[in-house]
């Protein structure tokens, strides 16, 4: 249930999105120290009714009637400006009977629109979040220590943005001084119009992750099934040390043409006890330095890993289906565009040391010669369609700008996963160049495959386009244009681009037509000689103008074939 304190205009100052029982308010006071906010009397039992208590703020005093608080319910305290005022209460974890402060008196200031997400200031801590239509954001925070979300749900606070100081364009920003430089979860509450025909999806009771964040703390064991409902929030670290790439290292720069590309879900190459790995990094980054020699042995030269990015492995047991037992393993359901998937680190151990492993994975994939190209999903995010939404982040931040949408503020489905991304409306266009080039930066990965990329080339509207600024800005780009770039050029719109992919010298293709017709010839289908001399000598037919930039796909890549099945079906 979640229990508001709010302003005279129904902003919520301080909340617990989190708790899993009713909550009772005690003690409310306030001072006035422009700017700051304080936390130290809040006491959660599990009988849970509003007793009676004295509000002031500056010469008005409220009194908060006894009443049931029920899901939604808001407490009106009848007093301007009360960002201008020190609110304070104490936190009692359920169940316990002594309060405990959580934090001394921190300030709060206007902050800044860029960067985007989370930043470190001289002054504070700096949170900046893009919505065009919201009309009332809200920054969440909690501070406690933990080791996974769902171990501790009480210690939050929430920080109205004033619009007129605190939003800058279509931006909002705000500082906060005196906060933890790490550990601290964050995310957002927005809210604004409800019209779905309009487009929006605004629902001001979910706390919704960051687009930006860096980390993402959620439930630490993969496939946790009791845990399978864990929120997802942004997390952030300034205080690690800016890890050790060494002296000597070399990426390995291979020419395209020498490619020889070995696929690999990150998880299920080590996942199984016949790895002989310890158990803590079976199905890990870390697994996969144990197996190098292996894939030396293969006589590949490059892993292409299926998404990395961070997704909910237990979407499909939120709703009850026919599918409602299994486990989304491979990850093509994108929760955050810039976290690497955290419980593909050791056992338990979170999004920072996810960040360094990954890292370490690609440092030692590199040293002996092997380059790192992600497979990026670009196209959708987890967040599905209204029949069975999974609101995470995007679809409440601003949902009509974040996704394709037809007249009636349905969602199209380009994708086939119920939602497709506004991928060439500049917002989103910048979100996933900012999202790529972080993973060449900070990451030093080699290069990308972009899921279901047809996506990527059509406008606003879903109409294809000619020359699509996404593909353009990522060919052109200083960084990016020195990264394999590869399309896989159809999606579920019936967009099949395979040898007219829009490509500025730069982007290669998966040749889905070698996949297939050699997988026909060697089933002994009848008549593929000729289509399968075609495809083994270059697809001269395609690529006639552009054969340098086309690349021959294997005949398993992610199909639904093991290589028996290839030439039994």
């Known amino acids: 249930m979640d229990a508001f304190l709010c302003s005279h205009n129904g902003n919520p100052i301080l909340n617990s ?3 899993n029982s009713k909550t009772e308010l005690t003690h409310l006071t306030s001072r006035t120290p422009a700017g700051c906010y304080s936390i130290r009397s809040l006491s959660i039992f599990s009988s849970m009714r509003l007793r009676s208590s004295k509000s002031v703020f500056g010469s008005n005093e409220t009194l908060l009637n006894s009443t049931q608080i029920k899901k939604h319910d808001r407490v009106e305290c009848n007093a301007a400006n009360v960002s201008d005022h020190l609110v304070q209460a104490n936190v009692i974890e359920e169940e316990a009977t002594q309060s405990s402060e959580i934090s001394p008196s921190f300030k709060v200031s206007a902050g800044q629109g860029f960067p985007l997400g989370v930043s470190e200031t001289e002054r504070g801590i700096n949170f900046a979040l893009f919505s065009q239509h919201a009309s009332v954001v809200t920054l969440c925070l909690s501070i406690s220590e933990r080791k996974t979300l769902g171990e501790v749900d009480a210690e939050v606070v929430e920080l109205p943005l004033d619009p007129s100081v605190n939003k800058t364009g279509d931006v909002w920003h705000i500082c906060v001084e005196d906060l933890p430089r790490h550990s601290v979860l964050y995310g957002y ?6 019209e779905w025909q309009q487009g929006h999806r605004f629902d001001s ?3 919704l992750i960051d687009p930006y964040a860096k980390q993402v703390e959620g439930r630490r064991y993969f496939g946790d099934a009791g845990n399978k409902m864990s929120k997802f929030l942004g997390t952030y670290d300034f205080t690690s040390l800016p890890f050790d790439w060494g002296d000597n290292y070399l990426q390995p720069s291979i020419p395209e043409k020498d490619l020889v590309i070995y696929e690999m879900n990150v998880r299920a190459f080590t996942a199984d006890e ?9 199905g890990s980054y870390l697994g996969v330095i144990e197996k190098i020699p292996h894939l030396l042995g293969l006589g590949i030269n490059a892993v292409e890993l299926l998404p990395v990015f961070e997704f909910d492995e237990l979407e499909l047991q939120r709703h009850p289906n026919p599918r409602d037992h299994m486990i989304n393993t491979w990850g093509y359901s994108t929760i955050n565009f810039f976290a690497p998937m955290s419980r593909y680190a050791s056992a338990g151990v ?5 960040q360094r492993e990954f890292k370490q994975m690609v440092k030692a994939l590199h040293a002996s010669g092997i380059e790192v190209i992600l497979d990026v999903v670009y196209n959708h995010t987890n967040e599905a369609d209204d029949v069975i939404p999974y609101t995470t982040s995007f679809r409440g931040i601003d949902n009509k700008v974040y996704y394709m949408l037809d007249v009636n503020g349905q969602y199209l489905n380009f994708s086939g996963c119920g939602n497709t991304l506004n991928c060439n409306h500049p917002v989103v266009m910048e979100l996933i160049l900012d999202s790529l080039r972080h993973w060449v930066i900070e990451y030093h990965v080699d290069g990308f495959r972009f899921d279901l990329a047809s996506v990527l080339c059509r406008g606003t509207d879903g109409s294809p386009l000619n020359a699509p600024p996404l593909i353009k800005a990522i060919a052109k780009d200083d960084i990016l244009s020195k990264c394999k770039i590869i399309a896989e050029p159809w999606d579920c719109g019936g967009l099949y681009l395979v040898g007219s992919f829009p490509n500025w010298d730069r982007w290669a293709e998966w040749n889905g037509k070698y996949r297939d017709d050699v997988r026909r010839f060697i089933k002994g289908d009848s008549g593929m000689k000729g289509n399968f001399a075609t495809r083994v000598a270059g697809s001269a037919d395609l690529y006639k103008v552009n054969i340098t ?5 294997d005949i398993l890549n992610i199909s639904p074939f093991v290589l028996n099945n290839v030439i039994q079906f």
Do not use: N, Q
């Open 274 to 282: 016949s790895s002989g790995l310890d158990p803590d990094i079976r």
């Open 17 to 19: 999105p989190f708790f």
């Open 549 to 553: 930039r086309s690349l021959l796909l």
């Open 189 to 194: 509450r927005l809210d604004g119009p409800r």
């Open 350 to 354: 979170g999004p920072v040391a996810a």
């Open 205 to 207: 009771s979910i706390v």
